[in-house]
Structures are given as C-alpha cells and as structure tokens.
C-alpha cells in the first residue's frame, strides 16, 4: 500500500480532517419567551452531546472523498475527485467531563503494517475563547462571551505534531434521530492533498458537520476554496464526505502499542503547544505552505522514542526546541 517514508510525505493531517463552528439554530417558543430551562434539561442536553463526542472513539475503516462542484473563477477547470481511505483507530486520551481529547492513528502498509500519527481533535463546553485560523500559517484566540458560548463545544483540530490547524464553536443538537454538530464557516489551512500539489489558493473556508451514524460515524464539508489578497475570493467550492465506519478487521494492536509507547511524549509535546497559546493571543509558523520539515523532525523524534533510540528526556528537549525554532509571535 504504502512505503514509509512515502506516506508520511503524502499524509496530510487535514484528511481527516474536519472540524469547526457555531451552530444557527431557530428559536423555541421556550426561548424566545425567556421562559426558564429546567436544570434538568441542560444536564440531560449536556449528557447526550457528551456521548455523541465519545461514541466517536473506535475502529473504523474510514473513506475521504472530496469532490470540486462549482468555480467562480473564469477559466477555472473543476479538479478530479479525490478518494481514498484507511484503516484508523480512535482513543480517549483525556476526559475531564467538559474537555474532551481524541486522537486518530492510522495502520497502513501493505504486507508490513505500521502505525502513522494522524490529526487530533479537542472538545471544549462552554469554551471562554477558541483559537481559530487566520491565513498563512497563523493563528489567534476568539474571546467568546459567556452567554455566546453556553449550551455549545468549541472543536479544535491538532496536526500531526500537534501544532493547531483550526477550530470553531457550535451546538450539538439532537433531532429526529440525528446527533450533530454543525458550526458556521471557519477557516482553515490548506489539505496536504492540495498543499503539495498546488498552489492557486491559500485558505479554505469551510463548513462542517460531524453527524453520528449507526455504523459510526460522518464528517461532511462544504468547503470554499479561497484566493487571499486585498478582498478573499472564492476560486471554488467543494464538497467532502469522510465517513468513519466501524472496522476491527485489521490489527488494532499497532495503533495501540505505538500509542503505548509514545504517549507520554506526545502529551509533552502537547504542553508545549498548549503554552504557546495560553502565553500569545497569536502567532505563527516561520514556514509558508505544508510545514513539512517541522513536522517530520517531531515524528521522527516519536519513532526514536518508540523504538528505544533516544530517550525520554531527550527527545522531549528536542522537540521543545524544534517548535521554538519554527514558531513566532510577533
């Protein structure tokens, strides 16, 4: 299926991804007459979207398929379509009621099985700001009021390394047998499948739907791809269905045991984001496009902890190191 080296250079944390926004929704008669809502009632809301957030942990087959549907631009020629799937395994790695952590690994490969990091997602309740994309590889926290963001999960969505991608604000409903979550449009960074081969736009502005199904479940995009300059145009719209199907025909052991023996590196190099943003309403990457070469050093520093290479410590320092080098905030 795939070679290494070759699939790391092609993955692309946006694959899975995913994710973002505030959910519009009409009024109740409840609402609109400022009548109150029982106790009761938010604490069986808040139950529901908690486990619909949960019931995304698993082990699916998943399929990406992304299809360009209408150009605004003169001369524009759609693009084909882009299928492909895999093999990932979803995992808890935090839960503290109204924060949520779930981690993605792929195990690709071909008679060799190997495990691949891939994106992360974090779930938030009643966030007081959401760090949100800002065009060229940058980033920024959204203050939310409090009244903005009551009854509703921010979504932020981590790279491979862990380095933030996008995020959003938006309620979870649950309606006529349906649990989603459907935000307003945000934007986000290029895919790796475009950021690679192309270079006629630099942001997508999309909108996403996480949506949970008997067989698990579905991330569906309406993506705008946007050219950025004096005033953001749309070159073209996109339409993306990855669906998450569960799968334990493979074997799940490989996620599992790279994720064992890698995990307490990666929460570190997780503190280390977590700081960068907690100390700097905004910064950056030093690199433009597909931040390949500070990526792949944080992945490699992983498989040399898995492997026993280098020790613990060590590559932690490293890695620390790494993200100083790429990372800026003025």
């Not at 992360?120 to 920024?140: C, I």
């Not at 270079?199 to 698990?216: K, M, S, T």
Request: glycine residues 6%; charged residues 25%.
């Amino acid at each position: 299926m795939f070679q290494k080296a070759g699939f790391f250079r092609l993955i692309s944390i946006a694959t899975g991804l995913i994710l973002a926004g505030c959910a519009t929704t009409t009024p109740t008669v409840s609402q609109t007459t400022n009548a109150p809502v029982s106790e009761t009632t938010i604490a069986e809301k808040y139950a529901k979207d908690r486990a619909a957030i949960l019931s995304m942990a698993g082990n699916y087959r998943v399929t990406f398929d992304f299809i360009e549907t209408v150009s605004f631009v003169e001369g524009y020629e759609l693009k084909d379509r882009k299928l492909s799937g895999g093999d990932e395994i979803v995992r808890v790695i935090e839960d503290t009621g109204d924060f949520i952590s779930l981690q993605h690994i792929l195990v690709v490969g071909g008679d060799k099985k190997f495990p691949v990091k891939h994106w992360r997602q974090d779930w938030r309740y009643e966030p007081a700001s959401v760090l949100v994309f800002t065009g060229n590889n940058s980033w920024k926290k959204r203050p939310v009021s409090a009244g903005a963001s009551k009854g509703k999960w921010s979504q932020v969505v981590y790279q491979v390394d862990d380095a933030p991608r996008y995020g959003a604000l938006g309620e979870w409903e649950h309606e006529n047998g349906v649990s989603a979550w459907t935000p307003p449009s945000e934007w986000r960074p290029l895919p790796r499948r475009d950021a690679t081969t192309r270079d006629d736009y630099q942001a997508v502005d999309a909108v996403n739907r996480h949506a949970i199904i008997p067989e698990g479940w579905v991330h569906e995009q309406d993506n705008s791809k946007l050219v950025l300059g004096d005033k953001p145009q749309v070159l073209v719209r996109e339409v993306a269905v990855n669906t998450y199907k569960k799968f334990d025909d493979f074997d799940i052991s490989i996620g599992d045991d790279y994720w064992a023996a890698t995990e307490d590196f990666w929460k570190a190099v997780r503190g280390k984001w977590a700081s960068v943003e907690a100390t700097h309403v905004a910064f950056g990457l030093t690199i433009q496009g597909e931040p390949e070469e500070l990526y792949m050093q944080i992945l490699e520093l992983a498989d040399a902890v898995k492997n026993q290479e280098m020790a613990l410590a060590d590559a932690i320092l490293e890695a620390s190191d790494v993200i100083d080098e790429y990372v800026i905030t003025k």
